[in-house]
Structures are given as structure tokens and as C-alpha cells.
């Protein structure tokens, strides 16, 4: 199997995963999965789906980008270490019992909060757990340094920037003239550039 096919798949996958968190899609599912169950169902298919493109990974062969050595490996690491504990950081900021869907077990109600949360990373970035996983990948790039795993932050990179557009459309129906006033005053992705 080829770096293309691979990534191919990685691509379907992500194509995937936004048609199964689109609203039209998920109306369409309702009435073969609760409402109650279906951030579970959604959770669960993502994981899934990952367990076959983790062991196509590891089955193709890898061409390098750049010849690893100590130091790079050491700032790969660094990157990797930061971007996982800023990763916790804004993770915490979050309700997990929603994002997972167990908070839905008992309400089939969403119950998203009536104000906006700029505190925490949210104070410096609109979309923290975004640009934390792209710290993460880039340190995994750095780590790995080959075709394959530039090709997923690439690829990853390219839909979290649709995503972006995609869900600040829903935020600003949610939270309003907050939300336009927190777009303008809060960088999307890195703190005073982007």
C-alpha cells in the first residue's frame, strides 16, 4: 500500500467524520439513533475509524523528509510536551460528560451555556484545542519526519481550517453580537498573528 492511498483514506475520514457532525445528517439519523445516544455513536465511529488508518500507518513504507538526529528528536519532543500540556490545559476549560456524550444519556437536550467563556487559553485563542493539536502534530511530524505524517498534518491542518468556519457559523448563532465582538478582539489560532 502507497503513502497516496494512505493518505486517501485519511482524507475519507475526515470527510466522514464532518458528515456525521453536519445537522442535516444527524436529523436524518435521529430516527435510527437517539438523540440521547448519538455524541456516543459519533464518539465511538471516530474511534473506530482510526483503528484501521493506525494500522495502515505502521503498514507502508516510509520516506523520510529529513535525516533525524538527537537534536531533532529533542525538539520534536519539546514541541510534542508542550503541545500536550497546553492540550490539558484547554481541555479543562470544556465540559467532558458533553463532548463525550454521557451528558446526554439523562437529557437529550443540549445544554450549551447562555455566555461565551473567554477565560483560559480562550482569553489568547478563539479555538485552543485546535491549535494544540496542531502543536502536538507538528511535534509528531518532527518526531516521525516522514511523508505520511506530514501528509496527516497537512490534511489535518485543511480541515480544522474548514471546521473553523464551519463552527464560529454556529457560535455566532448561539452567543450572537458576543461572539462577532470576540472574533475581532481574539486571534483564531496563535495568539496576536492568525
Known sequence: MS????LFCVAIYYVIHSLLA??????RLY???SKRVYRIFFNLISIALLIPL???YFNISHESIFVKTSI?????WVIL???LFANVMAIRQYNLAEFSGVAYLSNSETQ???KLNISGLNKWIRHPLYTTTLLVMLGVVVLEANVAMLGIALLSLIYILIGIQLEERKLIVVFGADYVQ??????MLVPFLF
Open 31 to 33: 430516527p435510527i439513533i
Open 182 to 187: 470576540y472574533k475581532k478582539d481574539v486571534r
Open 54 to 56: 493506525i494500522w495502515m
Open 112 to 114: 450549551h451555556s447562555s
Open 22 to 27: 453536519a445537522k442535516a445528517v444527524k436529523e
Open 72 to 76: 531533532t528528536k529533542f525538539i520534536g
Open 3 to 6: 503513502t497516496i492511498i494512505f
Open 81 to 83: 510536551a508542550i503541545g
